[in-house]
């Protein structure tokens, strides 16, 4: 199985003006094994970027590559590629077409939009296409193939799995052709709709996140998300698979956060919980390093699992009359590292200007004279700060209680949603369901919910676990 980057890049002596593609094509160590520099005539500039994929994909195809990972400076190529846009004009549809058809040839193919500098090599080999035109090759355009060296762009191989049509969006008006109807059609998942004893609407979907808010969930429609997505750090989940590379995987954070911000409310909060592990500390800072793209960070919340309090470190403080260790401590055999007891909540917002209930979620004055102090008038308690301790609950059996390997306590989702306010919260999302524990909490709050679940398994579990918060209480009758 061969995996490939492939950078691609078109240049343009003028809009439209004399055109050429440069290509850059990557085994897995990162080693150049093509390059291609090509004249192909007079386009225009988005033309010589779809014609300049073509030609990669072309090469990989010859290479018999199984994965691609396309690398484009084109924001507009690939987010048409990515279903975020659409495609409007006709001088592309064809090649539009004929590169999702292609696409879908390979095993796994991802779209990445990368920076011009990223792409640098591919795009001085475009402008040297260009200077070619003196002596000029002829052009693999998408209608042109070249019958001798593109066999495989005519009969691509079975699609096993391709990213592009699992992302299914209508995003061709005008034009359809038959080629990409699987694109052109909505979706179906399987679905469980739920109503909670207070009466809020719980949807459950058994599918991929992505797909599942672009064709399910209208703009601006969602006033909470609070999620925790994989963290790419091997965690054995029943179906996905949790290894991929880093590049990937935050290409994958990034598509899915672009949902999230056209779902998310002008006002709303984006709750991300995201850890890591002693040997890979920056999952977190590299997922903040995406996010930032899209979102304001409004707080940092530090979620602590256990802590050590002593006694002797406090000193003479009310309520503490031993040393305290509570919460769930994951013992590691290291001479290196210290446990790990804590994981982030970021907390993302539009603009940094969403105002929070803070006492919703408050903990009590210690010293009651600091009530009248901070003006607080009859209120008892404070702002809880951005450390909160959340133990998992207590487990018996693992199998059985904890069938998931990377779920969150219901208090994480519940004091999140109070924090942005359950007054004004119509409905939540939650596009990393696992067993259902956002929607526990909304059904306990009564709060609209949809999450996704991609997992057939999980996804039971989660039916299974809102369906039992959402039965009636039983009353007797005496
Ligand atoms: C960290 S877990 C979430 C656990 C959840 N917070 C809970 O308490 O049960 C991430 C989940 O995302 C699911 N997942 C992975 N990729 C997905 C996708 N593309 N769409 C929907 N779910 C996905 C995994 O199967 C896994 O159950």
Not at 390 to 407: C, G, L, V
Request: aromatic content about 8%.
């Amino acid at each position: 199985m061969l995996r490939v980057t492939i950078h691609t890049d078109g240049a343009c002596k003028g809009n439209p003006g004399d055109a050429g593609v440069g290509v850059v094509i990557k085994d897995e160590t990162g080693t150049i094994i093509r390059e291609i520099a090509e004249y192909i005539g007079k386009t225009t500039n988005n033309e010589a970027e779809y014609i300049a994929l073509l030609v990669g994909l072309r090469e990989a195809v010859l290479l018999e590559a199984s994965e691609v990972l396309v690398k484009t400076d084109s924001e507009l190529m690939a987010r048409q590629l990515n279903g975020q846009y659409q495609v409007k004009s006709p001088k592309l549809i064809n090649l539009y077409q004929e590169a999702v058809e292609v696409l879908r040839g390979f095993k796994k193919a991802r779209i990445l939009h990368v920076m011009r500098e990223e792409n640098s090599r591919a795009d001085a080999l475009a402008n040297e296409g260009v200077k070619k035109k003196n002596k000029p090759k002829p052009p693999a355009t998408a209608k042109e193939p070249k019958p001798a060296t593109t066999p495989k762009l005519i009969e691509p191989k079975p699609r096993e799995e391709a990213v592009i049509a699992e992302t299914p969006k209508p995003v061709v008006k005008e034009q359809v052709a038959p080629t990409v109807s699987v694109i052109t059609e909505t979706p179906t998942f399987p679905t469980a709709r739920l109503s909670s004893p207070a009466g809020s609407e719980l949807i459950l979907v058994n599918g991929d996140c992505i797909a599942g808010m672009r064709s399910l969930i209208d703009d601006g429609s969602i006033d909470v998300v609070v999620t925790s997505p994989p963290y790419n750090l091997g965690i054995s989940y029943s179906e996905y698979d949790d290894t991929s590379s880093r590049e990937e995987y935050l290409q994958w954070m990034d598509e899915w956060a672009i949902e999230v911000k056209r779902v998310l409310d002008a006002k709303g909060s984006f709750f991300l919980n995201v850890g890591s592990k002693p040997t890979d500390p920056y999952v977190p800072f590299d997922l903040l390093g995406v996010m930032r793209k899209h979102f304001a960070l409004q707080n940092t919340i530090y979620w602590v699992k256990s802590i050590a309090i002593l006694k002797s470190e406090v000193g003479d403080y009310p309520g503490i009359i031993s040393d305290v260790v509570v919460g769930h401590y994951k013992p590691i055999n290291s001479k290196r590292f210290v446990n790990d007891c804590a994981e982030f909540i970021f907390h993302f917002t539009h603009n940094n200007d969403v105002e929070l209930d803070r006492k919703a979620i408050g903990v009590p004055y210690q010293d009651k004279t600091n009530i009248k102090r901070w003006g607080s008038g009859e209120s008892a308690v404070h702002c809880r700060g951005n450390t909160w301790f959340i133990p998992y609950d207590t487990i018996n059996s693992s199998e059985k209680d904890r069938p998931h390997p990377a779920s969150f306590p219901i208090d994480l989702p519940r004091r999140c949603i109070r924090l942005h306010g359950k007054e004004k919260t119509g409905r939540v999302l939650d596009p990393f369901l696992g067993i259902g524990t956002s929607a526990l909490a909304c059904a306990e709050l009564g709060i609209d919910f949809m999450g996704f679940e991609m997992a057939e398994d999980y996804f039971a579990i989660s039916e299974d676990r809102v369906k039992t918060a959402c039965k009636p209480i039983p009353t007797l009758d005496l």
